[in-house]
């Protein structure tokens, strides 16, 4: 009997033992328990305490909009206004403010935000931040 990935181990059917009769769990069901495993060990109750991760919306000196991500977004907004930041705030004079920010649990989930919103036109990063603004 070899050994399966996860990903193997997901399409199968989960097996739990009652008594000496086994209950299969269909793919969803298996990872809806795994997920639970994971999410009880992997965060603690205070997360706030932990690496919480942030994506943000800068107004640059010229107007435009710079989307980015940081664990820490008060020391970023500042590396941004005393152009440290990053190239693209630098070639535009620095930033007036700090227009929006939203907090995710994972880097992996706050990188997947910030690519989803930088692929939006202009308009639709404006209607997100009016929206918090209402």
């Not at 710079?66 to 500042?78: A, H, L, S, V």
């Not at 190239?87 to 995710?104: D, I, N, P, W």
């Amino acid at each position: 009997m070899g050994t399966f990935s996860l990903i193997e181990r997901e399409r199968r059917f989960s097996l739990q033992e009652k008594g000496s009769n086994f209950v299969q769990y269909p793919q969803n069901e298996f990872r809806l328990r795994a997920a639970r495993v994971i999410a009880k060990f992997s965060f603690p109750s205070n997360a706030r305490e932990y690496n919480m991760w942030f994506v943000y919306i800068l107004e640059c000196k010229d107007g435009s909009l710079y989307t980015g991500i940081t664990d820490n977004p008060e020391r970023r907004f500042d590396e941004h206004k005393n152009k440290r930041g990053g190239k693209y705030t630098k070639s535009k004079g620095g930033v007036k403010r700090m227009l929006y920010k939203e907090e995710h649990a994972t880097r992996s989930l706050a990188l997947k935000r910030e690519s989803q919103i930088k692929s939006w036109r202009r308009e639709k990063k404006l209607n997100l931040i009016n929206k918090i603004l209402k």
